[in-house]
């Protein structure tokens, strides 16, 4: 069975979301079939239908979400000591060596991953290229249009 890497604030993420699905959003739709119920005919009532449907989306992501967490592996970086090496879970400082400019990413989960946030998945490319280097370590990320060179500026185990 393949566990999964995830940060102590995703687990976190997908424990609140599960239990708002089970003591929130279920109930109301439990509710919502109720009610579109006492309107009558069930072939022809759109809020029944519509309610199945959210009921079945619903537990669907229920099912998922206890999936996950049930081959969840959670490591918690700021718990070990910063040996300075690019590890799941670090926040990278990496520096455009051509350009000079800086970017900072923390590596993470697949269902943590959200670009806007500098969260990127531990099995992005980017990611793949730093797992494993140090502070000054440089390496090449190859994307469809060109070839970068980076140079890893700072780790940090937060």
């Known amino acids: 069975m393949n566990q999964f890497p995830m940060t102590v604030a995703g687990e976190k993420a997908l424990r609140e979301e599960l239990n708002e ?5 279920r109930p109301a739709i439990v509710n919502a079939i109720a009610d579109a119920r006492e309107h009558g005919d069930l072939k022809e009532n759109a809020e029944y239908h519509a309610a ?18 049930s081959n969840v592996q959670i490591i918690d970086v700021t718990k070990m000591p910063n040996n300075g090496r690019v590890i799941f879970g670090a926040t990278v400082t990496i520096e455009n060596i051509d350009t000079e400019e800086q970017v900072t ?13 500098n969260l990127i998945s531990v099995n992005s490319p980017i990611a793949r290229a730093m797992i494993g ?5 440089a390496f090449t990320l190859t994307t469809p249009a060109k070839q970068v060179d980076y140079e890893v500026v700072e780790v940090q185990y937060i």
Do not use: H, N, S, W
């Open 21 to 25: 699905l089970k003591t929130v959003r």
């Open 105 to 117: 990413y923390r590596i993470v989960g697949d269902d943590e991953a959200d670009i806007k946030q």
């Open 133 to 137: 280097k140090e502070v000054d370590d």
């Open 52 to 69: 199945r449907e959210q009921q079945g989306f619903c537990e669907g992501r229920i099912q998922e979400i206890e999936a996950k967490l």
